[in-house]
């Protein structure tokens, strides 16, 4: 307790003190009476812990504007992003029965129902793209306004489709009433088809029990796989494919709204590529605004992998004029080099063999081969021995016409 500071132990006061040494550069808060040795001096501890708190207190300041910096970063790059992140078959997704193009008829009455206030149960069906889903999307907002999210029910192939969904999910919000709001709760069944057989018997009974308060919406591709006694439930429309004008000027106001170049070949072979779906027109055309500056025809086949116009015309020419050893050889190098599907290939030969003057009997010997190859290819046949069939089929085709 009574020791004495030595020279190796410098006091507060000693110049050479490790404080002093950790003090070389001043602060504005530093204290002239601390420099000299007439002026009034201020005691180190509190000197450095006023410096502390200057240089935290600046530390935070400087730290809380890049937060507040990042934060409006992020806030307006989110904003700005979210709507471009987007794939363009959602992003403009029409939200109104009035945005749709197309199926008129089946608008009109669908629209007059929901007016009326004496919608029925619905069963969409008809080929993918043209405007099912987003149908009964627009009339559920129709229906039920900013109370959308509690008042429908919406089920995809993606989800769970056994019996055990529609005893427990689909009918535990069927029966289910809301205390302080009214209109009908909707349960959209998408891809319906994909459901099981007893799922579907176990639906009637639901159907039939909630109709005052829940109505059923069913969408599907085959309506040969929904079972009759759904069939007779509700009210059926068919969609068709699309319109070629209508789809033709909506393709082109969306590019126009992206900033696409697109060209007029470019247009026509999207839209007869797509063949009324509208979904696959605005899925190829952001693949092609993608992957290179300027969208034609050329670029639409590439993205695509489809065989081009002057490809098939080459085709059909072997088909019809080449020997069958060298017609096969020569058409698999070409799908092999270019990746070509033979049923893409199988589809627009149809196209065009339709619009050959033939014989009727060789015309319907190729249908009937080429509609066997087709249902070949779709059980998983090997494409080089339905290659084979095909040219086969153009060979005894042949023989007819000569006859």
């Given amino acids: 307790k009574g020791a004495q500071a030595s020279p190796a132990m410098p006091t507060a006061r000693d110049e050479k003190s490790p404080v002093r040494e950790a003090d070389d550069e001043k602060t504005p808060m530093d204290i002239e009476g601390s420099k000299h040795e007439d002026g009034p001096e201020m005691d180190i501890e509190a000197a450095v812990k006023v410096r502390g708190e200057v240089k935290r207190g600046k530390r935070e300041v400087r730290s809380g504007k890049a937060e507040v910096g990042v934060k409006r970063g992020k806030m307006e790059v989110g904003q700005d992003s979210k709507a471009d992140n987007l794939p363009w078959v959602e992003k403009y997704r029409p939200k109104h029965l009035e945005d749709l193009i197309s199926q008129d008829d089946k608008l009109a009455t669908i629209s007059r129902l929901i007016d009326a206030g004496k919608m029925p149960h619905i069963l969409l069906y008809g080929p993918p793209g043209t405007g099912k889903t987003s149908t009964i999307l627009a009339c559920a907002r129709k229906l039920n306004g900013d109370n959308f999210g509690s008042m429908v029910l919406e089920l995809n192939a993606s989800d769970d489709r056994g019996i055990s969904v529609v005893r427990n ?26 459901m099981t057989r007893d799922s579907q018997f176990a639906l009637r009974r639901v159907i039939e ?27 059926k429309f068919r969609f068709g494919p699309l319109d070629r004008k209508q789809v033709t000027g909506r393709v082109q106001e969306i590019a126009d709204k992206e900033g696409v170049k697109l060209t007029e070949d470019g247009l026509k072979a999207i839209v007869e590529l797509a063949e009324g779906d509208m979904r696959k027109c605005l ?8 992957a290179y500056p300027k969208v034609d025809a050329e ?6 992998g489809n065989p081009s116009p002057k490809v098939m015309k080459g085709i059909i020419d072997s088909l019809w004029n080449q020997p069958f050893r060298e017609v096969y050889h020569s058409t698999r190098k070409l799908m092999k080099t270019n990746g070509y599907a033979l049923a893409d290939i199988l589809r ?56």
């Fill in 209 to 235: 029990k909630y109709t005052t308060n829940t109505r059923f919406c069913l969408i599907c591709n085959y309506i040969n796989k929904i079972t009759p006694a759904l069939q007779s439930r509700c009210t």
């Fill in 299 to 304: 670029t639409v086949y590439l993205s695509t």
């Fill in 283 to 290: 899925n190829v055309l952001q693949s092609c605004h993608l």
């Fill in 169 to 194: 999910q689909i009918k535990g919000f069927a029966s289910s009433r809301q205390l302080f709001r009214k209109g009908i709760k909707l349960i959209i069944l998408d891809e319906c088809d994909s």
């Fill in 348 to 403: 627009m030969i149809h196209n065009q063999v339709t619009k050959i003057k033939m014989p009727a009997k060789a015309l319907m010997l190729l249908l009937d081969k080429m509609s066997n190859i087709e249902f070949n290819l779709s059980a998983g046949a090997d494409d080089a021995v339905q290659l084979g069939a095909l040219v086969g089929a153009f060979a005894l085709a042949k023989s007819l016409c000569q006859e």
